[in-house]
C-alpha cells in the first residue's frame, strides 16, 4: 500500500465507532431536560454538542463528551442571584430521573454522567443575544461564567474547507499521537494548535493523505517550537486555552520519528516507524523477516487500547530507583541521559514520579515487556498488562532494550500514561 493508502485507512481506523450509541443518549439526556424545563420530550431541541465530537474532532474511545442545555431565559431570574448550584442540582435530577441506576453528581460546571462506555458532562446555560452562554460555576461560593462554542465551531469548520479537509484530520491523527505517548493535551488545545499551524503555512492548502507523512514531520516540529506558556488562544472564540502538561519534548521526539519513518519510505519498516508515532491504529507491517515471525510467535504482549478506552488527560511521570544488595545506587532518567546502559542482577524499583488526577479515585496498571535475544530464546517476552500500586519491583535479568509503562485508569478509562526505557547490557 502507498503512503496515501496507509493515512488512510489509519483514520478510517481511529474513526469514532459508537456514534449511534453516542446520539442516543444524548437525545435520552436532551429529552429528559426538555421535560423538566420545556414540558416536551423531544430530543433534539435546545441542546448543543461541543467539545471534540461537536467540533467532529474526536476519535474512537473518546471518553468525555460535552453538552450544553440551553434553560428557557424565564429561568434566569430565578438563578442569577447565587443559584449556580440549584440549577445544576435540578438538572442532575432531571436526568437522573431517566437514569436512576447510573453515577452522576455535580462537578463544580457541570453534572458528569457516568455511562460503562463513556462520560457526558452536561452543561445547563443561558444564551446571550450574542450567541455565547452564560454557564454555572460553583466553585467560592458561584459565579456566572462566559462561553463561545459556537465561534470554535463555525472557526474550524470554515477553516477546514479552505484546507482541503486536512484541519479535521490532523486533529484526529494528534489525538492519536497524545494517547500513544501520555501526553496531557486537551482537546481544544490540539483543536487550537493544528489550526495555528495549517495558519501558518500554504504547503497544505491543496494537498491530501499523499502528503500526510510531510505533513506530520511539519506540524511536529513546529509545535515543538511553540512558546512555553499557561494558555494560548482558543480558535474562533479567542478564550483562554490551559496547558496542562509541557508537550514540546514529545513533539520534538515525534518530529525525530517522523524523520526516520520518512527516511524507510518502500522499506518493510516504514509502517513500524509511523506505528511508533501514532499507535496500533496505524496499519500494521507485513512480517517478512525470521526474527519478527519468531518474535509473533512467542509474543505474551497485551496492549492497553485493547482492555480500555485511551483518553489522556493528565501528566503522569515514573522513574525507577536502582540499586544493589539493598543499596540505592541512582535514578534510571539520570542515567539515561547520558546513555549508560544499566548491568545485569540489578534490583530495579519503578515509581510514580509526578501524578495529577485531582483524586486517589483511580487504578494502576503496569506493563513490562523484555526485548532482546536472550528474552526471545527463553520466551520470556512478557508484555501482559497487570493490576498493581504505585510502585513496581523488578530485576535487570535480561540483556537488552526493555520497556517499563504505567497506566492510570479512572472511570474506566485510561487518563494517564507514561513509560520508561531499561536499557541492560552484558555482564
Not at 84 to 91: E, G, I, V
Not at 164 to 188: D, I
Given at each position: 500500500?502507498?503512503?496515501?493508502e496507509d493515512f488512510t485507512q489509519f483514520l478510517i481506523n481511529i474513526r469514532v465507532k ?88 455535580v462537578d463544580r460546571l457541570v453534572v458528569r454522567v457516568l455511562y460503562k462506555d463513556f ?309
Open positions: 500500500m502507498s503512503i496515501a459508537n456514534d449511534e450509541k453516542i446520539s442516543q443518549r444524548y437525545g435520552e439526556i436532551t429529552s429528559a431536560l426538555n421535560q423538566e424545563f420545556r414540558d416536551s420530550d423531544s430530543k433534539t431541541s435546545n441542546n448543543l454538542q461541543v467539545g471534540s465530537y461537536g467540533r467532529w474532532t474526536a476519535i474512537n474511545g473518546i471518553s468525555d463528551l460535552d453538552m450544553l442545555y440551553i434553560v428557557p431565559a424565564r429561568y434566569w431570574d430565578t438563578y442569577k442571584d447565587n443559584g449556580q448550584k440549584s440549577l445544576l442540582n435540578r438538572t442532575k435530577d432531571a436526568i437522573k430521573s431517566r437514569y436512576t441506576a447510573t453515577t452522576m453528581y462520560h457526558v458532562e452536561v452543561q445547563p446555560v443561558f444564551e446571550q443575544n450574542d450567541g455565547s452562554f452564560k454557564y454555572p460555576d460553583t466553585y467560592n461560593g458561584g459565579s456566572w461564567k462566559v462561553t463561545k462554542p459556537r465561534e470554535e465551531i463555525t472557526a474550524i469548520s470554515e477553516f477546514n474547507a479552505q484546507k482541503n479537509k486536512n484541519l479535521r484530520r490532523l486533529c484526529k491523527m494528534v489525538r492519536a499521537w497524545k494517547n500513544k505517548h501520555g501526553v496531557g493535551m486537551g482537546g481544544l488545545l490540539i483543536d487550537t494548535m493544528a489550526h495555528n499551524f495549517l495558519k501558518s503555512t500554504s504547503d497544505y492548502d491543496e494537498k491530501s493523505y499523499l502528503y500526510y507523512d510531510f505533513m506530520s514531520r511539519d506540524f511536529f516540529k513546529w509545535l515543538s517550537e511553540r512558546p512555553e506558556q499557561d494558555y494560548f488562544a482558543a480558535l474562533g472564540s479567542g478564550q483562554r486555552v490551559r496547558v496542562k502538561d509541557k508537550f514540546q519534548k514529545p513533539a520534538l521526539k515525534a518530529y525525530e520519528l517522523c524523520l526516520l519513518a520518512i527516511a524507510a519510505a518502500g522499506t518493510d519498516r516504514e509502517r513500524d516507524k509511523w506505528r511508533k508515532i501514532y499507535g496500533n491504529c496505524y496499519p500494521k507491517p507485513e512480517i517478512t523477516l525470521a526474527s519478527d515471525r519468531i518474535s509473533e510467535q512467542i509474543s505474551t504482549e497485551e496492549f492497553i487500547e485493547d482492555i480500555f478506552p485511551v483518553d489522556i488527560k493528565i501528566p503522569l511521570r515514573i522513574d525507577c530507583e536502582v540499586s544493589q544488595n539493598g543499596f540505592r545506587e541512582y535514578l534510571l532518567r539520570h542515567v539515561l541521559k547520558q546513555k549508560i546502559p544499566l548491568r545485569a542482577n540489578k534490583k530495579l524499583n519503578f515509581f510514580i514520579s509526578d501524578i495529577n488526577a485531582g483524586d486517589d479515585n483511580f487504578s494502576v496498571y503496569w506493563k513490562v515487556l523484555n526485548r532482546g535475544d536472550e528474552a526471545m530464546r527463553k520466551k520470556c517476552i512478557r508484555g501482559q498488562i497487570v493490576l498493581g500500586g504505585r510502585t513496581k519491583k523488578e530485576e535487570t535479568n535480561f540483556r537488552g532494550d526493555h520497556i517499563v509503562e504505567c497506566y492510570i485508569v479512572k472511570d474506566g478509562i485510561v487518563i494517564g500514561r507514561n513509560k520508561i526505557h531499561v536499557p541492560i547490557a552484558p555482564l
